[in-house]
């Protein structure tokens, strides 16, 4: 097979993975979640009598001809209990009445949050924090959940870095191409996870003991490019073959990184997602970084959700959870990860835009967007041609001008600049890339107003992107002249690039499906041409003649986002060590900054002023966000009313969480905007009825007296009152209650934004709004 009949076969097994599973009476891999584990808090002595009762639970409902599949393909056991088995449907029916089981669903496989799946790209890292607290040994753990590792890079040097902490249970695991070795005082701990780790346990394979094969190394790039991001070491004069050269560093250097390799190219089961979360909170993680999920058409219940599971437990440890929101913007309803206990983070630019300039026959030069290394020159000019007019016989021009596979003919191809347009979103650029490059053109023109903002690597092939207008406008050269020519020179880079940040067209925005009661995203990071760690790349047309592979590479999507955030968590959590994460969270979002480079408010690509459905609280300012004023200390009891209002049975959340808990008496959707969160969402507000009050306490953690000023942003017609209007806080009372009141008179229909603040002389504690009015 060639290369692009490979990686259209992985293309359309992505969309097979992605659909919702057909159910039949064949034995399919099932997670069986059963709730806090009553031995989470470090006790390990009952799991092997646990263990017996869950193997006997199995087993009374697989019949005994089929008794080689009483057997665990993860077993969960140390934050919250459960396993995962093969079952027929009817099986898993059964099981699900059982009184210990919360929820019972199929194994989903989840996807890595790149944009479009090999679309990666570039640009600069790290935060720009730090210099003054560089000396701050840090200890802070971020376990990354994901492709694995590539300890070679120079990113995990451990130079310079204490003993690893005392407190650290985790292990190193080796594979025929990982030793121990490869973890340091930098990766102190990596984990992969085989698909037959349990089965031992099989009463009639008893002596079958199934070898685990693997190991934590990443092949695809994903993880290691994640772990570098949000913990990688400091390393000077890193570049994508000269593209984004400065320093490349993770969020605080010191920060040590734990690898959970639970995913590979072709996505991440549930339940193995779920028991790397276990295995992070047992080895002591600080951060789980995830930047992983479900496709929002596929989010389905709260209690059918691998990633919100495991995150609660997390929660309940101590454990933050900081997760990518998604890629399918800029719609509405398409952020994932929303539930109240994670952190969910939205895309941005940064200041850097890669050009990939056209130069037509005609002396017409267009700047396209695109990350190619190619080596052509002003004097290297080509015939140009649109797909549709080299389509291949019996062809549609439909399918010939979005460049599908197959439907150019090559021998019209070769030599020539293709134009592809973009009209059908079926086929992802890398693929129209391999279909025109297959058939030896020069180089390609892609019109495609969505992604036009969002750089490709197309490796050493020429290649630019423009939006419908220098599209048209090219096109427009073609038809006019009967020998049409042109190049495309290698990408330059623009530096300091306004404005910066704006919102990435591909994030994902809110609000959630889960609720409209939570705002979400929660806040916004870099995630558009990061440069970060790579694995060595040798495939043929991706590096430079004469050239070594690179060890940075340049990638797109909220993947790159999320590690941003961890990274920026763990260097709150290496200042203040006692902050709990709740509190982190509520630092990172109360100070986050809604202005760009330019001093004007944050833009998304269309150059409109961005809303919190895009943003969240905003771009994280790590900096800021150590000395926030106050925090919202979110509590796991207010995470258990969120299960009430949810509208999860008072029965089912005992298990959960292993306590005698009790729903309060109104338990209703609404008052889900009740919990002290750091932001504040209404999802329905009915103009004709009284007002709405939402109450929510601050914990004062600047210097012990303090008077609190309040003021309110709202849209025209849309009433806020807080009360009371100033808080003051002394020794004896480092927290305080207020009530916000929303009232919608005047207000339009749908989502009205805004935001409140809590200042005194030295902070500003802002909380945004989203109230949808009816
Ligand atoms: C950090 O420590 C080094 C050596 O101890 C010292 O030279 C340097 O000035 C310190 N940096 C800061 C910002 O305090
Ligand atoms: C089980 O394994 C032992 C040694 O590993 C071997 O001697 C024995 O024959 C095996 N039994 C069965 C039933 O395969
Ligand atoms: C950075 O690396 C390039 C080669 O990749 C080299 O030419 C250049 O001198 C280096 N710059 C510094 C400041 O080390
Ligand atoms: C550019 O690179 C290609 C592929 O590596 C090579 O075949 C070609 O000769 C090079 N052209 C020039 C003008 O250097
Ligand atoms: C090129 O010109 C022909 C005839 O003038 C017209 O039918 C066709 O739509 C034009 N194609 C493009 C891409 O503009
Ligand atoms: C974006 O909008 C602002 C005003 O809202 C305007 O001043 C600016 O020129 C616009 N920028 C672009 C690139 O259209
Ligand atoms: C930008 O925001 C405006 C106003 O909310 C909206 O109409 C537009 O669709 C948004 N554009 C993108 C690309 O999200
Ligand atoms: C049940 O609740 C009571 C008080 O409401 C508490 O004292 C007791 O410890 C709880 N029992 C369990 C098992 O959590």
């Known amino acids: 097979?060639?290369?692009?009949?490979?990686?259209?076969?992985?293309?359309?097994?992505?969309?097979?993975?992605t659909s919702p599973i057909i159910s039949n009476q064949n034995p399919q891999p099932y997670v069986i979640y059963m709730g806090s584990s009553s031995n989470g808090k470090g006790v390990h002595?009952?799991?092997?009598?646990?263990?017996?009762?869950?193997?006997?639970?199995?087993?009374?409902?697989?019949?005994?001809?089929?008794?080689?599949r009483i057997y665990f393909l993860h077993y969960y056991s140390h934050a919250f209990k459960g396993f995962s088995a093969m079952l027929t449907e009817n099986e898993a029916s059964i099981l699900s009445g059982h009184d210990e089981v919360v929820s019972i669903f199929p194994d989903p496989v989840l996807q890595l949050h790149t944009t479009r799946s090999w679309d990666f790209l570039e640009a600069a890292s790290g935060i720009q924090s730090n210099y003054e607290y560089q000396n701050i040994s840090s200890d802070a753990i971020i376990g990354v959940i994901d492709t694995g590792i590539w300890p070679e890079s120079p990113s995990f040097k451990d130079d310079g870095i204490g003993e690893i902490p005392s407190r650290w249970k985790g292990v190193c695991m080796e594979g025929s191409d990982f030793k121990k070795s490869s973890c340091n005082r930098k990766i102190i701990g990596a984990r992969y996870y085989g698909i037959k780790e349990f089965s031992v346990q099989s009463k009639s394979n008893s002596?079958?003991?199934?070898?685990?094969?693997?190991?934590?190394?990443?092949f695809d790039g994903h993880g290691t490019h994640t772990a570098s991001t949000a913990a990688g070491a400091t390393v000077g004069n890193a570049s994508y073959y000269g593209l984004a050269r400065g320093v490349a560093r993770g969020g605080y250097p010191s920060t040590r990184i734990a690898i959970y390799k639970a995913c590979s190219l072709e996505g991440c089961s549930g339940s193995v997602i779920l028991k790397a979360i276990d295995d992070a909170i047992k080895d002591g993680v600080d951060i789980i970084s995830m930047s992983i999920g479900m496709n929002f058409n596929f989010e389905s219940d709260l209690l059918h959700d691998p990633i919100a599971l495991g995150a609660f437990h997390a929660q309940e440890m101590g454990v933050l959870v900081v997760c990518s929101g998604g890629n399918d913007g800029p719609d509405p309803f398409t952020v994932v990860n929303s539930a109240p206990w994670m952190v969910t983070v939205a895309a941005s630019s940064i200041d850097r835009d890669f050009k990939s300039t056209i130069l037509l026959g005609n002396g017409k030069i267009f700047q396209g967007s695109g990350i190619s290394l190619s080596n052509l020159t002003r004097s290297n000019t080509y015939p140009i041609t649109f797909g549709e007019e080299v389509a291949s016989d019996f062809t549609p021009f439909s399918e010939a001008r979005n460049c599908f596979p197959g439907s150019l003919n090559s021998r019209k191809v070769e030599g020539k600049i293709i134009v592809c347009t973009s009209t059908d979103p079926s086929i992802p650029r890398a693929i129209k890339k391999l279909v025109v490059e297959d058939d030896k053109a020069k180089g390609l023109v892609l019109i495609d107003e969505a992604e036009k903002d969002l750089p490709f690597d197309s490796g050493i092939f020429p290649f630019s992107e423009v939006g419908n207008i220098v599209g048209s406008q090219i096109?427009?050269?073609?038809?006019?002249?009967k020998n049409p020519t042109a190049t495309i020179l290698p990408t330059t880079e623009t530096r300091r690039f306004k404005p910066a940040p704006i919102v990435a067209y591909f994030s994902s925005r809110g609000p959630g499906w889960l609720t409209q009661n939570i705002l979400k995203p929660d806040v916004m990071a870099p995630g558009v041409a990061i440069l970060a760690a790579t694995i060595p790349n040798k495939e043929e047309g991706s590096v430079p003649n004469g050239r070594k592979p690179s060890p940075f590479a340049l990638r797109s999507g909220t993947s790159m986002a999320c590690p941003h955030v961890s990274g920026?968590?763990?260097?709150?959590?290496?200042?203040?060590?006692?902050?709990?994460?709740?509190?982190?969270k509520s630092a990172l979002m109360t100070t986050a900054t809604v202005s760009n480079n330019i001093g004007r408010p944050l833009t998304n690509s269309s150059n409109h002023t961005s809303n919190p459905h895009e943003i969240g609280a905003g771009e994280i300012n790590p900096l800021k966000a150590l000395d926030p004023g106050l925090v919202f200390e979110t509590t796991p009891i207010d995470y258990l009313n969120f299960f009430c209002y949810y509208g999860i049975s008072q029965?089912?959340?005992r298990v959960i969480s292993q306590t005698n808990f009790s729903c309060p008496k109104h338990s209703s959707e609404d008052r889900i905007s009740n919990i002290n969160y750091p932001s504040i969402s209404i999802g329905k507000l009915d103009r004709n009825q009284g007002a709405k009050i939402v109450r929510r306490t601050v914990t004062n953690v600047g210097s012990p007296n303090a008077l609190y000023v309040s003021s309110v942003d709202a849209p025209p017609g849309l009433v806020v009152k807080i009360y009371p209007t100033k808080i003051a806080f002394s020794k004896n009372s480092r927290r305080a209650s207020f009530r916000v009141l929303f009232q919608s008179k005047e207000?339009?229909?749908?989502?009205?934004?805004?935001?409140?603040?809590?200042?005194?002389?030295?902070?500003?504690?802002?909380i945004v709004f989203a109230v949808n009015i009816d």
């Not at 096109?475 to 002249?481: A, D, H, P, V």
């Open 45 to 68: 002595g009952a799991t092997a009598i646990a263990k017996l009762a869950h193997l006997q639970l199995l087993s009374s409902v697989i019949p005994s001809q089929d008794s080689e």
């Open 651 to 653: 029965k089912k959340i």
């Open 747 to 766: 207000a339009s229909r749908g989502y009205n934004f805004g935001a409140i603040t809590l200042s005194d002389d030295r902070h500003v504690v802002r």
């Open 1 to 17: 097979m060639t290369t692009l009949q490979q990686l259209y076969l992985v293309f359309c097994l992505f969309f097979l993975l």
């Open 207 to 218: 002596n079958k003991t199934h070898r685990m094969t693997g190991s934590p190394r990443d």
């Open 475 to 481: 096109l427009n050269y073609i038809n006019s002249t």
């Open 568 to 584: 920026a968590a763990a260097f709150i959590k290496s200042v203040h060590h006692k902050w709990s994460s709740a509190m982190i």
